[in-house]
C-alpha cells in the first residue's frame, strides 16, 4: 500500500508531520512536535499512540446511518478514508492535514468560510456534485461522530447539522425540540435551538436542523478531550478531575459547574440517558487557547426512554442508569450543589410533551402516554429533591395509595421494550 505525507496543521499553524496509508489509516507521525501547545487535548494523555489515537476517534463511525452504503457508492475503503480525502475537515474545530507538496492554506479550506459538498448521508438532501474550482470543495461529515443519520448542510448562508433518528420513531428529533423549550421557558442563555423538519425519504416522520454553535473564533473541545488530556489521580471523581482541567485552562470554575448542574437536573427531568463524554464540552478561544465557556447544551435525543424500554413503574424512573460523567442519575443528581438551578414552575406542561410527540403518526397512544407520565413523574420527584427528599431513600414512596405517586394505579399502559426509538 502507498503511504501519504501530511502536516497536521491547526488553522495555518503547523503541528508535526504525519504519515497516512491509501486507506486513511494513520502509520506514523514525527516525535518532533513543531507545537505542543497546539496539539489536540486527546494527543496528549496517550503518550505512546498520541496522535494516531486522536486521528482514528475522529473518523465518522461506520455505523452512522447510512454511511456504510455511502462509502460504496464512492469506492472509498472506509471512513478513515473518506476523513483523508476530506482533509481530517470539522466544523468543530481547525486541525487540518495539509498534503506536504501543497500550498493550500486554511483560508482556502476551511468550512466555516468556504462552501462545501453536501453529501448524501440523509436521503434529498444531496444538491448534486459541486462545479470545478480552483479549490476543490471538502465535506465536513468525515469528522462528523455518532451513530443517528446525520449531515451538515448549508441554509440560507448558515451551517446547519440536519439529523434524523435511530429508527423508524421521530422521537430522538422530537425530544430535541422539548429539550429546547425547556431551556427557552428556563431562560437559560447557553444552548443549541433544534427545529422539527420534514426528510423526504426517510422512515420517521421528522428529523430536526439546528445551527452550528462553533465559529472561527471559538471552537469545541469534548469532554473525552478534557478527561483524557492529564491522567485522573485515583482519588479524584470524573467530576472533580475535569473541574481541575478546565481550571488550567483558565476557565471561571463556578460557572462551568453552574452549567454542568444545570445540564444534570434538566437531564434528569427528561431522563435523559447518553450524555457521554462527546455530548459536552467547552468553548475555547481560538487565539488564546483558554477555555470560555461550557459548550451550548446540545444532543438530548437520547432520553424519553427513546431506544429504551419504557418504564413500568414509577420506581423505574429512579433507576435510568446513564453513559456519563457517572453510571446513573443517581450519582449525577448526588453531585449536584444547588438542585435549584432548575425552576421547575417554568417548565413545559407535560400536555407539550404530548402534544409534540402524538406529531409522529407512527408512535401509539400508549407509547405517547408513557412518555408523558414519565416526564411528569420526574418533575414530582425533582420537585422532591429541591425540597431536600432523597428520592432513592427506602423511606420514599414509589408506590401505593398515598405519597408522591398515589395516582399511579389510574396510568394504565402496556410498556414495550424498543417502542420509542
Avoid at 503518550?47 to 455505523?63: L, Q
Avoid at 466555516?112 to 465535506?139: Q, T
Avoid at 472533580?240 to 445540564?263: A, I
Avoid at 429541591?386 to 432513592?392: F, L, M, N, V
Wanted: with cysteine; proline share 5%.
Amino acid at each position: 500500500m502507498m503511504s501519504n505525507k501530511y502536516i497536521l496543521m491547526r488553522k495555518n499553524k503547523p503541528i508535526t508531520m504525519v504519515e497516512l496509508d491509501d486507506d486513511g489509516t494513520m502509520l506514523n507521525f514525527s516525535k518532533v512536535i513543531i507545537s505542543k501547545e497546539l496539539m489536540p487535548l486527546e494527543s496528549k494523555g496517550d503518550k505512546d499512540r498520541g496522535i494516531k489515537s486522536w486521528w482514528a476517534d475522529r473518523a465518522a463511525p461506520i455505523t452512522q446511518g447510512r454511511m456504510r452504503e455511502f462509502l460504496e457508492q464512492k469506492g472509498l475503503p472506509g471512513t478513515l478514508a473518506y476523513l483523508a480525502n476530506n482533509l481530517g475537515l470539522s466544523l468543530m474545530d481547525y486541525y487540518w492535514i495539509k498534503p506536504v507538496d501543497s500550498d493550500i492554506k486554511w483560508e482556502d479550506v476551511n468550512l466555516f468560510d468556504n462552501e462545501f459538498k453536501e453529501e448524501r448521508l440523509i436521503p434529498k438532501l444531496s444538491k448534486g456534485s459541486p462545479k470545478e474550482a480552483s479549490v476543490p470543495k471538502y465535506s465536513p461529515n468525515g469528522s462528523l461522530i455518532g451513530n443517528i443519520e446525520k449531515t451538515w448542510v448549508i441554509i440560507n448562508g448558515e451551517r446547519c447539522l440536519i439529523k434524523g433518528n435511530s429508527g423508524p420513531l421521530s422521537s430522538e428529533s422530537i425530544n430535541e425540540v422539548i429539550t429546547s423549550k425547556i431551556h427557552e421557558l428556563q431562560g437559560y442563555d447557553n444552548y443549541v435551538k433544534y427545529d422539527l423538519i420534514k426528510i423526504k425519504g426517510s422512515r420517521y416522520d421528522y428529523g430536526c436542523v439546528s445551527k452550528l454553535f462553533t465559529s472561527q473564533k471559538y471552537e469545541l473541545v469534548s469532554a473525552w478531550a478534557l478527561h483524557t488530556s492529564e491522567k485522573k489521580p485515583n482519588h479524584l471523581s470524573n467530576l472533580e478531575h475535569l473541574l481541575n482541567v478546565v481550571k488550567k485552562y483558565g476557565m471561571d470554575v463556578e460557572q462551568f459547574r453552574r452549567d454542568l448542574e444545570y445540564q444534570i437536573m434538566t437531564d434528569f427531568i427528561i431522563s435523559g440517558y447518553d450524555r457521554h463524554y462527546n455530548n459536552f464540552g467547552v468553548l475555547r478561544d481560538a487565539e488564546s487557547l483558554e477555555f470560555v465557556r461550557m459548550a451550548p447544551i446540545f444532543d438530548s435525543g437520547g432520553a424519553l426512554f427513546a431506544g429504551k424500554e419504557l418504564p413500568n413503574r414509577s420506581a423505574d424512573l429512579l433507576k435510568v442508569k446513564t453513559n456519563s460523567i457517572f453510571g446513573t442519575e443517581r450519582k449525577l443528581v448526588e453531585h449536584v450543589s444547588d438542585p435549584m438551578v432548575v425552576d421547575l414552575d417554568k417548565l413545559p406542561p407535560p400536555s407539550y410533551v404530548r402534544e409534540m410527540y402524538e406529531k409522529d403518526s407512527q408512535v401509539t397512544a400508549k407509547t405517547v402516554a408513557a412518555v408523558v407520565f414519565a416526564y411528569e413523574k420526574k418533575i414530582d420527584i425533582c420537585n422532591d429533591i429541591q425540597k431536600g427528599k432523597d428520592p432513592w431513600s427506602k423511606k420514599y414512596p414509589v408506590s401505593g395509595d398515598s405519597g408522591l405517586f398515589a395516582k399511579e394505579e389510574e396510568f394504565d399502559y402496556e410498556p414495550a421494550k424498543g417502542s420509542v426509538n
